[in-house]
Protein backbone atom coordinates (compact mmCIF):
# COMPACT_ATOMS: atom_id res chain seq x y z
CA UNK A 1 0.00 0.00 0.00
CA UNK A 2 1.31 2.94 -0.59
CA UNK A 3 2.05 5.44 1.96
CA UNK A 4 2.82 2.46 4.19
CA UNK A 5 5.62 1.97 6.89
CA UNK A 6 8.83 0.25 5.20
CA UNK A 7 11.70 -1.21 7.82
CA UNK A 8 15.06 0.59 7.02
CA UNK A 9 17.61 -1.30 5.60
CA UNK A 10 20.06 -2.51 8.89
CA UNK A 11 17.56 -2.80 11.19
CA UNK A 12 16.95 -6.23 12.28
CA UNK A 13 13.23 -7.63 11.79
CA UNK A 14 11.04 -7.50 14.68
CA UNK A 15 10.83 -11.19 15.20
CA UNK A 16 14.91 -11.56 15.74
CA UNK A 17 15.09 -11.33 19.61
CA UNK A 18 16.89 -8.69 21.30
CA UNK A 19 19.16 -11.93 23.39
CA UNK A 20 19.94 -13.44 20.05
CA UNK A 21 21.64 -10.10 19.05
CA UNK A 22 23.75 -9.85 22.27
CA UNK A 23 24.52 -13.78 21.95
CA UNK A 24 25.88 -12.39 18.78
CA UNK A 25 28.19 -10.08 19.99
CA UNK A 26 29.34 -12.11 23.00
CA UNK A 27 30.55 -15.30 20.25
CA UNK A 28 31.98 -12.67 18.29
CA UNK A 29 34.10 -11.01 21.57
CA UNK A 30 35.09 -14.43 22.69
CA UNK A 31 36.49 -15.66 19.18
CA UNK A 32 38.25 -12.02 18.99
CA UNK A 33 39.54 -12.44 22.53
CA UNK A 34 40.77 -15.98 22.04
CA UNK A 35 42.52 -15.11 19.12
CA UNK A 36 44.20 -12.24 20.59
CA UNK A 37 45.01 -14.44 23.47
CA UNK A 38 46.49 -17.10 20.99
CA UNK A 39 48.50 -14.64 19.51
CA UNK A 40 49.59 -12.98 22.65
CA UNK A 41 50.62 -16.29 24.17
CA UNK A 42 52.75 -16.91 20.79
CA UNK A 43 54.35 -13.65 21.37
CA UNK A 44 54.86 -14.29 24.81
CA UNK A 45 56.96 -17.14 24.23
CA UNK A 46 58.73 -15.38 21.60
CA UNK A 47 59.58 -13.15 24.23
CA UNK A 48 60.32 -15.27 27.23
CA UNK A 49 62.59 -16.93 24.31
CA UNK A 50 64.77 -13.38 23.81
CA UNK A 51 64.18 -12.60 27.21
CA UNK A 52 65.90 -15.89 28.44
CA UNK A 53 68.62 -15.50 25.64
CA UNK A 54 68.87 -11.70 26.51
CA UNK A 55 69.77 -11.99 30.47
CA UNK A 56 73.28 -14.18 30.98
CA UNK A 57 74.35 -12.06 27.49
CA UNK A 58 74.43 -9.17 30.27
CA UNK A 59 76.86 -10.49 32.72
CA UNK A 60 79.00 -11.79 29.78
CA UNK A 61 79.00 -8.31 28.69
CA UNK A 62 79.94 -7.02 32.24
CA UNK A 63 82.85 -10.00 32.35
CA UNK A 64 83.95 -9.17 29.06
CA UNK A 65 84.04 -5.61 29.72
CA UNK A 66 85.96 -5.72 32.93
CA UNK A 67 88.68 -7.32 31.02
CA UNK A 68 88.89 -5.16 28.39
CA UNK A 69 87.79 -8.04 25.79
CA UNK A 70 87.09 -6.98 22.47
CA UNK A 71 84.33 -9.46 22.01
CA UNK A 72 82.37 -7.65 23.75
CA UNK A 73 80.96 -5.49 21.03
CA UNK A 74 79.64 -8.57 19.58
CA UNK A 75 78.12 -9.67 22.68
CA UNK A 76 76.50 -6.17 23.27
CA UNK A 77 74.99 -6.34 19.08
CA UNK A 78 73.33 -9.68 20.34
CA UNK A 79 72.09 -8.40 23.23
CA UNK A 80 70.40 -5.77 21.48
CA UNK A 81 68.93 -7.93 19.25
CA UNK A 82 67.35 -10.53 21.71
CA UNK A 83 66.13 -7.17 23.79
CA UNK A 84 64.62 -5.77 20.41
CA UNK A 85 63.01 -8.60 19.41
CA UNK A 86 61.22 -9.37 22.71
CA UNK A 87 60.42 -5.84 23.78
CA UNK A 88 58.77 -5.98 20.15
CA UNK A 89 56.53 -9.12 21.01
CA UNK A 90 54.78 -7.46 24.37
CA UNK A 91 53.73 -4.22 23.16
CA UNK A 92 51.10 -3.49 20.45
CA UNK A 93 46.98 -2.59 21.13
CA UNK A 94 46.07 -5.80 22.20
CA UNK A 95 48.78 -6.42 24.89
CA UNK A 96 47.06 -2.88 26.05
CA UNK A 97 43.81 -4.24 26.66
CA UNK A 98 45.19 -7.87 27.92
CA UNK A 99 47.30 -4.96 30.59
CA UNK A 100 43.46 -3.88 31.68
CA UNK A 101 42.36 -7.94 32.78
CA UNK A 102 42.25 -8.88 36.20
CA UNK A 103 45.25 -12.10 36.87
CA UNK A 104 47.15 -11.30 33.58
CA UNK A 105 47.42 -7.60 33.99
CA UNK A 106 50.21 -7.29 36.43
CA UNK A 107 52.63 -10.53 34.43
CA UNK A 108 51.62 -8.11 31.15
CA UNK A 109 52.96 -4.71 32.78
CA UNK A 110 55.91 -6.66 34.50
CA UNK A 111 56.58 -8.10 30.99
CA UNK A 112 56.58 -4.62 29.00
CA UNK A 113 58.72 -2.89 31.60
CA UNK A 114 61.26 -5.34 32.19
CA UNK A 115 61.83 -5.63 27.88
CA UNK A 116 61.77 -1.75 27.89
CA UNK A 117 64.14 -1.47 30.57
CA UNK A 118 66.75 -4.13 28.09
CA UNK A 119 66.04 -2.79 25.34
CA UNK A 120 67.13 0.88 26.13
CA UNK A 121 70.14 -0.01 27.85
CA UNK A 122 70.84 -2.33 25.27
CA UNK A 123 70.59 0.47 22.38
CA UNK A 124 72.00 3.27 24.48
CA UNK A 125 74.03 2.50 27.78
CA UNK A 126 75.57 -0.87 26.83
CA UNK A 127 76.63 0.32 24.17
CA UNK A 128 78.32 3.39 25.31
CA UNK A 129 79.86 1.45 28.18
CA UNK A 130 81.48 -0.91 25.54
CA UNK A 131 82.69 2.11 23.41
CA UNK A 132 84.38 3.30 26.55
CA UNK A 133 85.75 0.61 28.01
CA UNK A 134 87.04 0.08 24.29
CA UNK A 135 88.97 3.77 24.69
CA UNK A 136 90.46 2.90 27.92
CA UNK A 137 91.40 -0.88 27.62
CA UNK A 138 94.35 -1.29 29.96
CA UNK A 139 96.89 -1.38 26.85
CA UNK A 140 95.94 1.55 25.61
CA UNK A 141 96.25 3.53 29.14
CA UNK A 142 99.30 1.84 30.12
CA UNK A 143 102.06 4.50 31.06
CA UNK A 144 104.56 5.46 28.23
CA UNK A 145 107.77 6.56 29.52
CA UNK A 146 106.12 7.82 32.98
CA UNK A 147 102.86 9.15 31.39
CA UNK A 148 99.61 8.00 31.17
CA UNK A 149 96.97 9.54 28.64
CA UNK A 150 94.67 11.36 30.75
CA UNK A 151 93.03 13.10 27.75
CA UNK A 152 92.19 9.87 26.25
CA UNK A 153 89.90 9.19 29.98
CA UNK A 154 88.71 12.47 29.59
CA UNK A 155 87.02 11.65 26.02
CA UNK A 156 84.99 8.86 27.34
CA UNK A 157 84.41 10.20 30.95
CA UNK A 158 81.33 10.98 29.68
CA UNK A 159 79.69 8.15 27.67
CA UNK A 160 80.59 6.10 31.33
CA UNK A 161 78.91 8.81 33.24
CA UNK A 162 75.47 8.54 31.13
CA UNK A 163 75.69 4.10 30.97
CA UNK A 164 75.85 4.49 34.84
CA UNK A 165 73.43 7.12 35.08
CA UNK A 166 71.00 4.94 32.65
CA UNK A 167 71.37 1.76 34.84
CA UNK A 168 70.74 3.35 37.91
CA UNK A 169 67.28 4.53 36.16
CA UNK A 170 66.73 0.71 34.70
CA UNK A 171 67.38 -0.33 38.05
CA UNK A 172 64.90 2.06 39.72
CA UNK A 173 62.06 0.58 37.37
CA UNK A 174 63.32 -2.80 37.79
CA UNK A 175 62.71 -2.58 42.07
CA UNK A 176 59.27 -0.96 41.29
CA UNK A 177 58.23 -4.63 39.88
CA UNK A 178 56.34 -6.65 42.76
CA UNK A 179 57.27 -10.01 41.36
CA UNK A 180 54.95 -12.14 44.47
CA UNK A 181 51.21 -11.94 42.03
CA UNK A 182 53.50 -12.64 39.07
CA UNK A 183 54.24 -16.36 36.76
CA UNK A 184 56.51 -18.27 38.61
CA UNK A 185 58.66 -18.31 35.61
CA UNK A 186 58.61 -14.52 34.59
CA UNK A 187 59.48 -13.95 38.22
CA UNK A 188 62.31 -15.61 38.26
CA UNK A 189 63.78 -13.88 35.18
CA UNK A 190 63.07 -10.61 36.01
CA UNK A 191 64.54 -11.43 39.69
CA UNK A 192 68.07 -12.71 37.47
CA UNK A 193 68.01 -9.93 35.34
CA UNK A 194 68.13 -7.23 38.56
CA UNK A 195 70.62 -9.18 40.04
CA UNK A 196 72.73 -9.18 37.20
CA UNK A 197 71.85 -5.38 36.50
CA UNK A 198 73.14 -4.76 40.07
CA UNK A 199 76.44 -6.57 39.27
CA UNK A 200 76.98 -4.33 35.53
CA UNK A 201 76.12 -1.34 37.89
CA UNK A 202 78.36 -1.63 40.62
CA UNK A 203 80.83 -1.69 37.70
CA UNK A 204 80.23 1.22 35.83
CA UNK A 205 79.84 3.08 39.37
CA UNK A 206 83.30 2.46 39.84
CA UNK A 207 84.41 3.37 36.00
CA UNK A 208 82.49 6.73 36.49
CA UNK A 209 84.10 7.67 39.77
CA UNK A 210 87.49 6.72 38.10
CA UNK A 211 87.43 8.48 34.61
CA UNK A 212 86.00 11.79 36.84
CA UNK A 213 88.88 11.51 39.57
CA UNK A 214 91.82 10.30 37.61
CA UNK A 215 92.53 13.26 35.36
CA UNK A 216 92.70 15.82 37.99
CA UNK A 217 94.87 13.45 40.32
CA UNK A 218 97.10 12.66 37.21
CA UNK A 219 97.43 16.66 36.78
CA UNK A 220 94.96 17.42 33.67
CA UNK A 221 94.33 20.52 35.61
CA UNK A 222 97.69 21.43 36.93
CA UNK A 223 100.31 19.63 39.14
CA UNK A 224 99.75 17.42 41.66
CA UNK A 225 101.69 16.25 44.61
CA UNK A 226 101.46 12.97 46.47
CA UNK A 227 103.03 10.77 48.83
CA UNK A 228 103.49 6.96 48.48
CA UNK A 229 103.59 5.39 51.97
CA UNK A 230 105.42 1.94 51.81
CA UNK A 231 103.98 0.11 54.88
CA UNK A 232 105.98 -2.76 56.25
CA UNK A 233 103.80 -5.45 58.12
CA UNK A 234 106.57 -7.59 59.51
CA UNK A 235 105.99 -4.41 62.34
CA UNK A 236 101.79 -4.81 62.22
CA UNK A 237 100.03 -1.72 62.14
CA UNK A 238 96.36 -1.66 62.00
CA UNK A 239 96.17 -0.95 58.08
CA UNK A 240 99.10 -3.07 57.60
CA UNK A 241 102.43 -2.04 58.99
CA UNK A 242 104.92 0.82 60.19
CA UNK A 243 105.14 3.38 57.37
CA UNK A 244 108.82 2.49 56.75
CA UNK A 245 109.26 4.69 53.64
CA UNK A 246 107.86 7.26 51.91
CA UNK A 247 107.66 8.29 48.23
CA UNK A 248 107.21 11.94 47.08
CA UNK A 249 105.54 11.71 43.47
CA UNK A 250 104.70 14.54 41.42
CA UNK A 251 102.00 13.91 38.63
CA UNK A 252 101.49 16.72 35.72
CA UNK A 253 98.99 16.12 32.91
CA UNK A 254 99.56 12.33 33.16
CA UNK A 255 103.38 12.21 33.10
CA UNK A 256 104.41 10.89 36.99
CA UNK A 257 107.84 10.74 38.56
CA UNK A 258 109.57 10.35 41.69
CA UNK A 259 110.70 13.62 43.16
CA UNK A 260 112.09 12.21 46.23
CA UNK A 261 112.12 8.90 48.73
CA UNK A 262 112.88 9.43 52.50
CA UNK A 263 112.91 6.61 55.30
CA UNK A 264 110.50 7.13 58.30
CA UNK A 265 113.10 7.37 60.68
CA UNK A 266 114.50 10.90 58.79
CA UNK A 267 111.75 12.83 60.47
CA UNK A 268 112.20 13.99 64.06
CA UNK A 269 109.44 13.20 66.47
CA UNK A 270 107.22 15.98 66.97
CA UNK A 271 107.31 17.17 70.70
CA UNK A 272 103.35 17.88 70.24
CA UNK A 273 100.74 16.14 68.10
CA UNK A 274 100.73 17.89 64.46
CA UNK A 275 96.60 17.71 64.41
CA UNK A 276 94.25 17.57 67.57
CA UNK A 277 93.49 13.76 68.18
CA UNK A 278 89.85 12.98 69.73
CA UNK A 279 89.46 11.48 73.23
CA UNK A 280 89.14 8.10 71.63
CA UNK A 281 92.19 8.63 68.88
CA UNK A 282 93.96 8.95 72.30
CA UNK A 283 92.55 6.30 74.36
CA UNK A 284 93.40 3.83 71.76
CA UNK A 285 96.26 5.18 70.19
CA UNK A 286 98.03 6.92 72.36
CA UNK A 287 99.82 10.41 70.59
CA UNK A 288 102.76 8.73 68.59
CA UNK A 289 100.56 8.17 65.36
CA UNK A 290 100.74 11.79 65.43
CA UNK A 291 103.91 12.51 66.10
CA UNK A 292 106.09 9.95 64.48
CA UNK A 293 105.57 9.69 61.11
CA UNK A 294 106.27 5.69 60.61
CA UNK A 295 103.44 5.47 63.02
CA UNK A 296 100.74 7.37 61.14
CA UNK A 297 98.76 3.84 60.88
CA UNK A 298 98.41 3.06 63.84
CA UNK A 299 94.85 4.06 62.91
CA UNK A 300 92.18 2.25 61.36
CA UNK A 301 91.03 4.95 59.42
CA UNK A 302 93.01 5.52 56.34
CA UNK A 303 92.07 8.94 55.76
CA UNK A 304 92.90 9.78 59.17
CA UNK A 305 96.21 8.17 58.35
CA UNK A 306 96.88 10.37 55.01
CA UNK A 307 95.57 13.53 57.16
CA UNK A 308 98.98 13.09 59.94
CA UNK A 309 101.26 12.01 56.75
CA UNK A 310 100.29 15.57 55.07
CA UNK A 311 100.55 17.68 58.29
CA UNK A 312 103.55 16.19 58.91
CA UNK A 313 105.04 16.16 55.50
CA UNK A 314 103.94 20.24 55.30
CA UNK A 315 105.76 20.91 58.83
CA UNK A 316 108.89 19.13 57.79
CA UNK A 317 109.23 20.20 53.90
CA UNK A 318 106.75 23.31 53.76
CA UNK A 319 104.91 21.29 50.41
CA UNK A 320 101.29 20.76 51.14
CA UNK A 321 100.40 17.73 49.21
CA UNK A 322 97.64 16.73 47.21
CA UNK A 323 97.09 12.77 48.57
CA UNK A 324 98.03 10.29 50.27
CA UNK A 325 98.46 6.35 49.00
CA UNK A 326 99.28 3.29 50.63
CA UNK A 327 101.12 0.45 49.50
CA UNK A 328 102.94 -2.95 51.16
CA UNK A 329 105.59 -5.49 49.92
CA UNK A 330 102.77 -8.38 49.09
CA UNK A 331 100.75 -5.53 46.63
CA UNK A 332 104.60 -5.27 45.04
CA UNK A 333 104.84 -8.90 44.92
CA UNK A 334 101.43 -8.93 42.88
CA UNK A 335 102.87 -6.30 40.59
CA UNK A 336 105.60 -8.42 40.23
CA UNK A 337 103.28 -10.71 38.35
CA UNK A 338 102.91 -8.59 35.64
CA UNK A 339 106.40 -6.94 35.65
CA UNK A 340 108.14 -10.00 35.75
CA UNK A 341 111.32 -10.42 38.01
CA UNK A 342 113.51 -7.68 39.19
CA UNK A 343 117.08 -7.53 39.80
CA UNK A 344 118.00 -4.41 42.26
CA UNK A 345 121.60 -3.32 41.99
CA UNK A 346 122.28 -5.24 45.28
CA UNK A 347 122.19 -8.35 42.76
CA UNK A 348 119.04 -9.58 44.82
CA UNK A 349 116.26 -10.48 42.53
CA UNK A 350 112.55 -9.82 43.36
CA UNK A 351 109.87 -11.84 41.69
CA UNK A 352 106.12 -12.77 42.55
CA UNK A 353 107.15 -15.51 44.96
CA UNK A 354 109.84 -14.23 47.37
CA UNK A 355 108.65 -9.96 47.31
CA UNK A 356 107.22 -9.91 50.31
CA UNK A 357 109.47 -12.72 52.57
CA UNK A 358 113.05 -11.03 51.01
CA UNK A 359 111.65 -7.46 51.97
CA UNK A 360 109.92 -8.35 55.40
CA UNK A 361 112.61 -10.88 56.59
CA UNK A 362 115.19 -11.92 54.44
CA UNK A 363 116.17 -8.20 54.90
CA UNK A 364 116.61 -8.23 58.53
CA UNK A 365 118.78 -11.98 58.62
CA UNK A 366 121.19 -10.45 55.55
CA UNK A 367 121.45 -6.59 57.05
CA UNK A 368 121.87 -5.87 60.44
CA UNK A 369 122.14 -1.87 59.61
CA UNK A 370 119.00 -0.21 60.23
CA UNK A 371 119.94 2.74 57.70
CA UNK A 372 120.98 0.17 55.15
CA UNK A 373 117.76 -1.74 55.46
CA UNK A 374 116.14 1.77 54.76
CA UNK A 375 118.09 1.93 51.67
CA UNK A 376 117.27 -1.52 50.08
CA UNK A 377 112.93 -0.41 50.91
CA UNK A 378 113.77 2.80 48.90
CA UNK A 379 115.78 1.01 46.34
CA UNK A 380 113.31 -1.88 45.98
CA UNK A 381 110.09 -0.05 46.28
CA UNK A 382 111.91 2.59 43.51
CA UNK A 383 112.74 0.15 41.15
CA UNK A 384 109.31 -1.79 40.71
CA UNK A 385 107.58 1.43 40.62
CA UNK A 386 109.95 2.83 37.70
CA UNK A 387 109.12 -0.44 35.61
CA UNK A 388 105.55 -0.46 36.27
CA UNK A 389 105.53 3.52 34.81
CA UNK A 390 108.18 2.60 32.14
CA UNK A 391 105.31 0.37 30.48
CA UNK A 392 107.11 -2.60 31.09
CA UNK A 393 104.41 -4.18 32.99
CA UNK A 394 101.42 -6.39 31.23
CA UNK A 395 98.72 -3.94 31.37
CA UNK A 396 96.19 -6.35 32.01
CA UNK A 397 98.21 -8.23 35.03
CA UNK A 398 98.54 -4.94 36.59
CA UNK A 399 94.66 -4.06 36.46
CA UNK A 400 94.61 -7.56 38.46
CA UNK A 401 97.49 -7.04 40.79
CA UNK A 402 96.36 -3.44 41.80
CA UNK A 403 92.74 -4.68 41.86
CA UNK A 404 93.47 -7.56 44.48
CA UNK A 405 95.80 -5.47 46.54
CA UNK A 406 93.08 -2.59 46.88
CA UNK A 407 90.40 -5.65 48.33
CA UNK A 408 92.74 -6.94 50.79
CA UNK A 409 93.87 -3.33 52.05
CA UNK A 410 97.33 -3.35 51.01
CA UNK A 411 96.60 -0.45 48.18
CA UNK A 412 94.61 3.08 49.71
CA UNK A 413 94.29 6.47 48.81
CA UNK A 414 93.25 9.65 50.34
CA UNK A 415 92.86 12.52 48.58
CA UNK A 416 93.06 16.01 50.23
CA UNK A 417 90.70 17.59 47.75
CA UNK A 418 87.21 17.00 49.58
CA UNK A 419 85.32 16.43 46.11
CA UNK A 420 87.39 13.44 45.40
CA UNK A 421 87.60 12.26 48.31
CA UNK A 422 83.77 12.21 48.53
CA UNK A 423 84.04 9.77 45.46
CA UNK A 424 86.72 7.69 47.17
CA UNK A 425 84.56 7.23 50.16
CA UNK A 426 83.31 3.52 50.03
CA UNK A 427 85.78 2.12 47.37
CA UNK A 428 87.92 -0.41 48.18
CA UNK A 429 90.62 1.83 48.07
CA UNK A 430 89.50 4.77 50.64
CA UNK A 431 90.33 2.54 53.86
CA UNK A 432 88.12 4.28 55.67
CA UNK A 433 86.54 2.68 58.72
CA UNK A 434 83.16 1.24 58.44
CA UNK A 435 80.70 -0.52 60.15
CA UNK A 436 78.36 -1.92 57.04
CA UNK A 437 78.48 -2.04 53.80
CA UNK A 438 74.61 -1.70 52.49
CA UNK A 439 73.08 -4.16 54.80
CA UNK A 440 76.27 -6.39 55.45
CA UNK A 441 77.26 -5.43 58.69
CA UNK A 442 81.24 -5.44 59.30
CA UNK A 443 83.49 -6.24 62.36
CA UNK A 444 87.18 -4.90 61.99
CA UNK A 445 89.67 -7.04 63.89
CA UNK A 446 93.24 -4.67 63.87
CA UNK A 447 96.70 -5.05 65.23
CA UNK A 448 98.96 -2.75 66.55
CA UNK A 449 102.81 -3.67 67.45
CA UNK A 450 103.96 -2.30 70.14
CA UNK A 451 107.36 -2.91 70.12
CA UNK A 452 110.14 -1.79 67.80
CA UNK A 453 110.87 -5.14 66.43
CA UNK A 454 109.87 -7.07 62.95
CA UNK A 455 108.94 -10.34 64.50
CA UNK A 456 105.35 -9.56 63.09
CA UNK A 457 106.64 -11.46 60.21
CA UNK A 458 106.27 -14.68 62.03
CA UNK A 459 102.29 -14.20 63.44
CA UNK A 460 99.41 -15.78 61.96
CA UNK A 461 95.93 -14.65 62.54
CA UNK A 462 92.90 -16.78 61.70
CA UNK A 463 89.37 -14.92 62.30
CA UNK A 464 85.84 -16.77 61.77
CA UNK A 465 82.37 -14.89 62.41
CA UNK A 466 79.37 -17.35 62.29
CA UNK A 467 75.88 -16.08 62.76
CA UNK A 468 73.54 -18.37 65.30
CA UNK A 469 70.72 -15.77 65.43
CA UNK A 470 69.05 -13.87 63.42
CA UNK A 471 66.09 -11.53 64.44
CA UNK A 472 63.42 -10.06 62.70
CA UNK A 473 64.47 -6.68 62.55
CA UNK A 474 67.63 -7.40 60.14
CA UNK A 475 70.13 -7.70 63.57
CA UNK A 476 72.08 -10.33 63.77
CA UNK A 477 73.81 -11.79 66.67
CA UNK A 478 77.55 -12.71 65.84
CA UNK A 479 80.11 -15.21 67.30
CA UNK A 480 83.65 -14.46 66.60
CA UNK A 481 86.63 -15.78 66.91
CA UNK A 482 89.96 -15.26 66.54
CA UNK A 483 93.37 -16.94 66.90
CA UNK A 484 96.62 -15.39 66.78
CA UNK A 485 99.83 -17.58 67.21
CA UNK A 486 103.47 -16.91 67.57
CA UNK A 487 105.91 -18.84 64.88
CA UNK A 488 109.16 -16.72 66.02
CA UNK A 489 111.93 -19.02 65.34
CA UNK A 490 113.88 -20.63 68.64
CA UNK A 491 116.15 -19.58 69.91
CA UNK A 492 115.19 -15.97 69.60
CA UNK A 493 118.04 -14.55 70.21
CA UNK A 494 119.97 -15.70 67.44
CA UNK A 495 118.09 -13.09 65.76
CA UNK A 496 119.36 -9.41 64.97
CA UNK A 497 118.30 -6.96 67.79
CA UNK A 498 116.71 -5.18 64.97
CA UNK A 499 114.53 -8.10 64.14
CA UNK A 500 113.57 -8.55 68.22
CA UNK A 501 113.66 -5.26 69.20
CA UNK A 502 116.22 -5.89 71.42
CA UNK A 503 113.87 -6.67 74.70
CA UNK A 504 113.18 -2.68 75.05
CA UNK A 505 109.76 -3.14 75.29
CA UNK A 506 109.34 -6.78 75.54
CA UNK A 507 111.38 -9.58 76.49
CA UNK A 508 113.50 -11.21 73.73
CA UNK A 509 111.17 -13.07 71.35
CA UNK A 510 108.08 -12.07 72.81
CA UNK A 511 105.72 -10.96 70.77
CA UNK A 512 103.52 -7.85 72.29
CA UNK A 513 100.57 -6.69 70.18
CA UNK A 514 96.96 -5.01 70.85
CA UNK A 515 94.77 -6.55 69.42
CA UNK A 516 91.22 -3.99 68.56
CA UNK A 517 87.75 -5.81 67.31
CA UNK A 518 85.03 -3.28 66.23
CA UNK A 519 81.19 -3.82 66.20
CA UNK A 520 79.38 -3.39 63.15
CA UNK A 521 77.60 0.22 63.02
CA UNK A 522 74.35 -0.25 66.15
CA UNK A 523 76.15 -3.01 67.36
CA UNK A 524 78.27 -3.76 70.16
CA UNK A 525 80.32 -6.69 72.25
CA UNK A 526 78.11 -8.26 74.97
CA UNK A 527 81.31 -10.59 75.84
CA UNK A 528 84.95 -11.49 75.36
CA UNK A 529 86.51 -14.74 76.09
CA UNK A 530 90.20 -15.36 76.05
CA UNK A 531 91.57 -19.03 76.22
CA UNK A 532 94.54 -17.52 78.14
CA UNK A 533 91.85 -16.99 81.11
CA UNK A 534 92.23 -12.89 81.32
CA UNK A 535 89.05 -11.60 79.22
CA UNK A 536 89.96 -8.10 80.43
CA UNK A 537 89.07 -5.61 77.70
CA UNK A 538 89.18 -1.54 77.16
CA UNK A 539 85.77 -0.28 75.86
CA UNK A 540 85.54 2.45 73.53
CA UNK A 541 83.67 4.57 70.78
CA UNK A 542 85.80 5.52 67.55
CA UNK A 543 83.90 7.45 65.05
CA UNK A 544 80.45 5.77 66.36
CA UNK A 545 81.50 2.20 66.59
CA UNK A 546 81.78 0.23 69.11
CA UNK A 547 85.51 -1.24 69.98
CA UNK A 548 87.20 -3.11 72.44
CA UNK A 549 91.08 -3.57 72.62
CA UNK A 550 93.06 -5.83 74.30
CA UNK A 551 96.71 -6.17 74.85
CA UNK A 552 98.35 -9.61 74.45
CA UNK A 553 101.98 -11.25 74.89
CA UNK A 554 102.68 -14.54 73.17
CA UNK A 555 105.65 -16.25 73.48
CA UNK A 556 107.29 -18.60 70.72
CA UNK A 557 105.23 -21.25 69.48
CA UNK A 558 102.27 -19.60 71.38
CA UNK A 559 99.08 -19.50 70.65
CA UNK A 560 96.03 -17.04 72.07
CA UNK A 561 91.67 -17.61 71.20
CA UNK A 562 90.06 -14.65 71.33
CA UNK A 563 85.80 -15.25 71.43
CA UNK A 564 83.32 -12.03 71.45
CA UNK A 565 79.84 -11.66 71.06
CA UNK A 566 78.63 -9.20 68.85
CA UNK A 567 74.72 -7.24 68.15
CA UNK A 568 74.59 -5.80 64.82
CA UNK A 569 72.46 -2.84 64.42
CA UNK A 570 68.61 -3.06 62.80
CA UNK A 571 68.32 -3.22 59.57
CA UNK A 572 71.90 -5.37 58.93
CA UNK A 573 70.68 -8.66 58.11
CA UNK A 574 73.57 -9.67 55.07
CA UNK A 575 75.80 -11.84 54.97
CA UNK A 576 79.16 -10.19 57.58
CA UNK A 577 81.90 -8.89 56.37
CA UNK A 578 85.50 -9.19 57.51
CA UNK A 579 87.97 -6.12 57.59
CA UNK A 580 91.08 -7.59 59.08
CA UNK A 581 95.00 -6.09 59.24
CA UNK A 582 97.12 -7.06 56.13
CA UNK A 583 99.72 -9.91 56.89
CA UNK A 584 102.90 -10.04 55.89
CA UNK A 585 102.11 -12.67 52.99
CA UNK A 586 99.22 -13.26 51.12
CA UNK A 587 97.71 -15.82 53.35
CA UNK A 588 98.94 -14.95 56.86
CA UNK A 589 96.28 -12.97 57.85
CA UNK A 590 92.47 -14.93 56.89
CA UNK A 591 89.18 -14.49 57.85
CA UNK A 592 86.37 -16.79 56.70
CA UNK A 593 82.42 -15.84 57.51
CA UNK A 594 79.14 -17.65 57.43
CA UNK A 595 75.52 -16.19 57.27
CA UNK A 596 72.04 -16.44 58.99
CA UNK A 597 70.70 -20.10 58.48
CA UNK A 598 73.82 -21.32 56.98
Known amino acids: MKGAFRRPRGLLPRSVPARRVVAGFLVGAIVILLFVGLVAVLQAREAYAHLQAAIPKVSRLQEEAAAGDPGAAATARELCAHAGAAREAVHGPHWSVLGVLPILGDDVAAAQTVTEVIDDLAGGALVDLVDAVAAVDPANLAPVDGRIDVARIQAVAPHVVAAHDSLTSAQGRLADIDTVPLVGRLAARIEEFATQLNQLRALTATAARAVEVLPPMLGAEGERNYLLLAQNNAEPRATGGFAGSVLHI ?296 FVVAKQLELEPGESVTFEYDVTTGEGLGGEPLVRLTPGPTPDAFTASTSQCGS
Open 250 to 545: RAENGLIEVVEQRAAGSFARFAEPVLDLTPPELGLFGTLPARYFGNVTYTPDFPRSGELAAEMWRQDTGLVVDGVASVDPVALQYLLRATGPLTLPTGQQLTADNAARVLLNQVYLDIEDPQQQDAFFEVAAGAVFDKVLGGAAEPAATIAALDRSADEGRLMLWSAHAEEQERLVGTTLSGELRGHVDDSPVVSIYLNDNTPGKLGYYQRVTASVEVPTCHEDGSQELSVSVRISSRVPEPAEELSSHMTGGGQHAPVGVVRSTIYLYAPTGGTVTDVRVSDGDASVSPHVHDGL
